[in-house]
């Protein structure tokens, strides 16, 4: 199961995702074990059926009709194991950069299965704000100003003199 | 001796009347008696009652002389009586009319002595009056100069006291209502300031949210993530 598991979250970042990606895994598995009706739909597949596809053969393979809801009933509670790093950012990123964001936070971080919660609030303006384990940190552009209040104020004032 | 006399008479007659009776009852009871011895006894009869006769008119005769006697000794005496009276009466009105005219003459000196004594306690009732007035009115006005004097003073300490107080309190109200100013003035320019800079994000977030472009964007999220790197806030 452990390699089934890091197979899925190697390239999967965010915790929206992950849920959304086992979802669909579950879905494909079942139809794909128990009927012949997968091929009819693959036509329709989205970017997540083409992710399954990307997960390889050999990767479905490993399911059969007697493990097949085992295996994913683990990793649905894997999932809810899974400890976020809530990030709040002042914009909606395309789904490419949340790939690019979410593997160079789990690079810099240390943190090999680290999953993203991302949350918008474009009060931000600009950066990001964090929140791990309870606790929240902004390192935003808001936070910065407000940091650095007094001297806006001051160089405001100036002007009003 | 008046009331004397008319019983006696009276009974001498009932007593005549009563035997005469008797007589005649005795010599119906004895008719049938001797003639003789009737005649007899009619004539110790008539003797007993010509002698009874003749004592009752000389009782009678006596009994009206010493009446007779007796109301003019009673008359003689009753005058004699009446002139003491008068003259003691007399007497008696003339000592009353003595006493009364000595009374008279010292109710009369009791009187005007009263008079005088009154007339002096008036005379010196109203020296007093007038002196105690002029003493009451001297301690009076003494006592309203002092009150005068002390009310004088007074009013000036208070006065004193009063504009010492109103100025402290004016100094302190002036005091606190700068306090206020102050503070209301630097809650103000607090409120400003706060203002200026959420206007300053407002204005950056409506602006810079369309301005900025993605890669900017990015470039100020991975700074951000960069920062908490070196914070190490993942740890």
């Known amino acids: 199961m452990n390699q089934l598991w890091d197979q899925i979250i190697t390239n999967t970042y965010t915790l929206k995702s992950l849920k959304n990606r086992l979802r669909i895994l579950r879905d494909y598995l079942t139809k794909q074990q128990f009927t012949n009706g997968v091929q009819d739909q693959d036509e329709k597949l989205t970017d997540e059926a083409q992710w399954i596809n990307s997960l390889g053969k050999d990767f479905l393979a490993k399911f059969n009709q007697h493990n097949i809801y085992s295996l994913l009933d683990e990793m649905e509670s894997e999932t809810s194991k899974q400890e976020p790093l809530t990030i709040f950012l002042a914009f909606e990123l395309p789904n490419e950069e949340i790939s690019k964001l979410g593997s160079w936070i789990r690079v810099n971080f240390g943190q090999k299965y680290l999953m993203l919660d991302i949350k918008y609030d474009p009060s931000l303006i600009g950066g990001c704000a964090l929140t791990w384990k309870g606790i929240y940190h902004d390192y935003s552009v808001k936070k910065k100003i ?14 009003l003199r | 001796m008046d009331f004397i006399l008319p019983p006696i008479l009276a009974a001498f007659g009932v007593t005549f009347t009563l035997l005469f009776i008797r007589e005649r009852k005795l010599r119906q009871k004895v008719a049938g008696q001797s003639s003789k011895e009737i005649e007899e006894n009619r004539q110790k009869g008539y003797q007993f009652l010509h002698q009874a006769i003749k004592k009752s008119q000389e009782i009678l005769s006596l009994s009206e ?55 002096s306690f008036v005379k010196d009732l109203e020296k007093n009056s007038v002196e105690l007035e002029e003493t009451n009115q001297q301690a009076a006005q003494q006592r309203i100069e002092k009150m005068l004097d002390q009310l004088e003073t007074r009013l000036s300490d208070f006065l004193l006291e009063s504009e010492q107080k109103t100025t402290g309190s004016i100094e302190l109200e002036l005091q606190s209502v700068r306090q206020l100013i102050e503070s209301y003035k630097q809650q103000q320019f607090k409120l400003i300031d706060e203002n200026i800079v959420a206007m300053m994000e407002r204005t950056m977030a409506l602006v810079l949210g369309k301005r900025l472009s993605l890669k900017d964007q990015l470039d100020l999220i991975y700074e951000s993530l960069e920062k908490a790197k070196m914070e190490k806030f993942v740890a």
């Open chain 1, 146 to 159: 407000e940091d650095n209040k007094q001297q806006v104020l001051e160089s405001f004032k100036t002007y």
């Open chain 2, 65 to 119: 002389t010493e009446s007779i006697k007796l109301i003019s000794e009673s008359k003689a005496n009753v005058g004699k009586i009446e002139e003491e009276h008068k003259a003691q009466l007399a007497q008696y009105v003339k000592q009353y009319e003595s006493m009364l005219s000595q009374t008279f003459t010292q109710a009369n000196q009791a009187i005007s002595s009263s008079i005088q004594t009154f007339s």
